[in-house]
């Protein structure tokens, strides 16, 4: 056989052999299903699930309880508005309630509308809608806790906030915001309560502060070290001579906001 149609034959053969091992290859599995049978939206390549790191109380719960509920990730505003975010279901019963996002904690609080009833079990579930601010939805088949109630244990605290006004946070402002924003080097607009209300940033198109708005404010997202969707680095920067902000402090910023910017 003349050399070249050895090498031929030779080719011939590799091409059959990786033909096979691609058609012979690992099959990405089906994509998860919700309860009807519809496909879920899968994170991007480069992002996580949106997963519950913590459901609290841990055990059993007051009958007029405050569960909160702590994610891996920030939370997209259109996703916990609906009346179901998170909810308390025994049997034929359900609770749903007030919902509170505590931002800078990655954590939603239901306070359920009624008084639970004594003794029942109660299985929290979380909305499969609920997704990340990158997009990420929640991981499917999230484990829903029980808890039993016990009239026994004292009522949760209400989702009321503590009162914070512009006087309680203007110290931090001054001391971590404004070393830079009032420096004339920096030729950036000093920030006070009327100038963060009122102005939108050059930098995307969102507010500064929208008052009752914490997850919607730009502010927020410019302050908090892990937030994902900004541009340049956090505020104060690393670079700069002014101190972080705590979380705290930036927690304190939060109800500041969550209460009007007043």
């Not at 991007?44 to 913590?54: F, K, M, N, T």
């Not at 914070?164 to 931090?172: E, F, H, K, S, T």
Request: hydrophobic share 35%; net charge negative; charged share 20%.
């Amino acid at each position: 056989m003349p050399p070249h149609n050895a090498t031929l034959i030779h080719h011939i053969g590799t091409l059959t052999l990786c033909a096979g091992l691609l058609s012979c290859g690992p099959i990405d599995p089906p994509p998860p299903t919700d309860a009807d049978g519809e496909p879920i939206p899968r994170p991007a390549p480069l992002d996580d699930w949106l997963r519950v790191i913590e459901v609290t109380p841990a055990q059993s719960i007051a009958t007029h309880p405050t569960i909160e509920v702590r994610f891996n990730a920030y939370l997209a505003p259109d996703s916990f508005t609906s009346y179901g975010a998170l909810s308390l279901r025994s049997g034929g019963l359900s609770s749903g309630g007030r919902i509170d996002y505590r931002m800078t904690r990655k954590t939603l609080r239901l306070r359920p509308r009624s008084a639970l009833i004594d003794g029942l079990r109660y299985t929290l579930f979380a909305s499969p809608g609920l997704r990340s601010v990158t997009g990420a939805p929640l991981f499917p088949n999230t484990p829903a806790p029980e808890r039993f109630t016990d009239a026994t244990l004292p009522d949760s605290p209400a989702l009321d906030r503590p009162e914070v006004r512009w006087d309680d946070i203007a110290p931090l402002v001054e001391r971590s915001c404004n070393s830079c924003h009032d420096d004339p080097e920096w030729q950036l607009p000093r920030l006070t309560p009327q100038a963060l209300r009122q102005t939108r940033s050059t930098q995307v198109e969102a507010p500064l502060v929208m008052p009752f708005e914490p997850a919607q404010s730009y502010l927020m997202h410019k302050i908090l070290p892990d937030y994902p969707l900004r541009r340049f680095t956090v505020q104060p920067p690393p670079y700069s001579d002014a101190p972080p902000l705590s979380l705290d402090e930036i927690e304190r910023i939060e109800d500041w906001i969550a209460q009007g910017a007043r």
